[in-house]
């Protein structure tokens, strides 16, 4: 083996020397870095290379307590929590001491040579629960003047004119209100919640049951079927017309709509049967009370006077059929079935409200001492008449029909107490309207009108010229009406 020189001797001493003193540089290095962390590592964002844990942990101190939580609530307005305000620390844990432990000291040189290690890792840190919530719950948010609760939705009743004039009834459902009423627990929970999370910002709109809401919603089956059902019966409009189909009275929502009421179970308004029966049969009474003439008194339009009231007997008044009408209307609603139309029914004397009784009827006019007579509208005679005395002999006034005719009739009076009628008189022409009243002519008068009737009236028939009775007897016949008043009563 050959002998190294000298030189070469030295070389290798030196390398030697070199190589020994670099190693003792290296893991003299590695050692350091058993106390400080790696050059190049960051934990959560924080460069702490070359440092030890304690140096780490005021380095990510300030920045840590300097924490701040943006609050954004309903309608856009922000508060902000500061760490200071809720003792908001830092709080060193073993965190970043195992991060420190578990790194290879040895690798030192990669981070000297610019390698990276970013480590994340939860922050612990502490603060004052109590002093939060007294902060949240001093914010201009939760005091009482700025805060509005949630409305639920609801219907609502409403109106509107048709092209005719005539007024309807509807219900519309009303929206509800979210209002901005904060559930306190809940917002406290939520923010501490965001807090241990380290967020710095949180949308309350967001956020889980953080904010009262509507128990109700416009979408509510309960509420919805209520609004149609409602609707259903206030679009029902019952008309009622006479024989001729001529309207007399119409029963539509803007009646109706009183006749819903609050149902026991949801609030909502709603028909109730018994009730809506009730109901019915007042609007029925009312009308009655309003249209029936029997018993009562009918318009008659007189000839001198226009329209007058006249009492009635039982062939020309009438009475609504208040059982029927009432069962129809209550079926009516009840089906939902839009407009309908139905004839008027009495229960009696059903007769033409026409203040003309038809248009031919026989009128005295009393206080005039006149008779006049209609056909079809028309004044086909008018004529002087006697009529009883007002003293002893007084005339019925009223409305009657002639229910007896007779030709060459003989007229007796009362019986005397021998047994002998008081008067008998011959008639060409006897009308019985009344009884033993009637329309005949008295030849034995020489004159009629005036005021005759006050000194030499008639036993209380209507007398009539010959001509003027032949006049009535064509123009007339059985069922006429027979009208006779005083107009100086009837004021």
């Not at 002093?131 to 509107?160: C, G, H, I, R, W």
Request: hydrophobic share 35%.
């Amino acid at each position: 083996m050959k002998k190294l020189s000298r030189l070469q001797r030295r070389l290798l001493i030196l390398n030697s020397l070199l190589f020994v003193l670099l190693a003792v540089m290296y893991f003299g290095i590695s050692h350091y870095y058993k106390t400080h962390y790696l050059e190049g590592t960051s934990v959560n964002g924080f460069d702490v290379g070359n440092l030890t844990l304690e140096q780490a942990a005021e380095v990510l101190r300030p920045s840590v307590e300097d924490y701040h939580l943006t609050l954004t609530f309903r309608g856009g307005n922000t508060e902000t929590v500061a760490g200071s305000d809720i003792d908001y620390t830092y709080t060193p844990g073993n965190e970043y001491a195992m991060i420190l432990e578990n790194q290879n000291p040895l690798l030192w040189i990669a981070g000297a040579i610019g390698q990276k290690e970013e480590y994340r890792t939860v922050t612990p840190v502490s603060y004052d629960r109590e002093k939060l919530q007294k902060l949240l719950l001093s914010f201009p948010e939760m005091q009482a003047e700025n805060v509005s609760a949630p409305t639920d939705a609801y219907m609502k009743l409403t109106s509107a004119e048709t092209d005719g004039g005539a007024s309807t009834a509807s219900y519309e459902v009303v929206p509800e209100t979210e209002g901005n009423q904060l559930i306190a627990d809940n917002f406290v929970a939520s923010a501490a919640s965001a807090i241990e999370g380290k967020y710095s910002e949180l949308d309350l709109e967001t956020a889980d049951s953080v904010y009262a809401e509507p128990a109700v919603r416009s979408d509510n089956e309960t509420l919805t079927a209520a609004v149609a059902a409602a609707n259903r019966f206030l679009a029902v409009a019952v008309t009622f017309t006479n024989n001729d189909g001529a309207a007399l009275r119409t029963l539509d929502s803007s009646v109706t709509k009183d006749w819903l009421e609050a149902d026991s179970e949801t609030g909502y308004a709603s028909v109730q049967s018994e009730a809506l029966e009730a109901k019915i049969r007042q609007y029925v009474a009312d009308w009655a009370a309003a249209d029936d003439t029997y018993g009562n008194f009918r318009v008659f339009r007189s000839t001198n006077y226009g329209n007058i009231k006249m009492p009635t007997d039982a062939l020309h008044g009438h009475a609504l059929d208040q059982e029927g009408i009432t069962a129809q209307l209550l079926q009516d609603l009840t089906s939902g079935e839009g407009a309908v139309s139905h004839t008027v029914t009495y229960s009696a004397y059903e007769d033409s409200k026409d203040p003309q009784f038809g248009g031919s009827y026989v009128e005295v006019d009393i206080d005039a001492q006149q008779i006049y007579v209609y056909q079809n509208y028309e004044l086909m005679l008018s004529s002087n008449v006697v009529t009883g005395n007002e003293y002893s002999t007084r005339t019925p006034a009223g409305i009657y029909s002639i229910y007896y005719r007779e030709r060459n009739a003989q007229l007796t009076g009362e019986m005397r107490s021998d047994g002998t009628p008081s008067y008998v008189a011959h008639v060409s022409y006897w009308m019985a309207y009344n009884g033993g009243y009637g329309l005949h002519d008295a030849t034995w008068r020489g004159s009629f009108g005036g005021d005759i009737y006050t000194y030499d009236g008639s036993h209380g028939c209507t007398n009539l010229p010959l001509d003027v009775a032949r006049q009535v007897w064509n123009l007339t016949d059985f069922g006429t009406p027979v009208i006779l008043f005083r107009a100086s009563a009837l004021s």
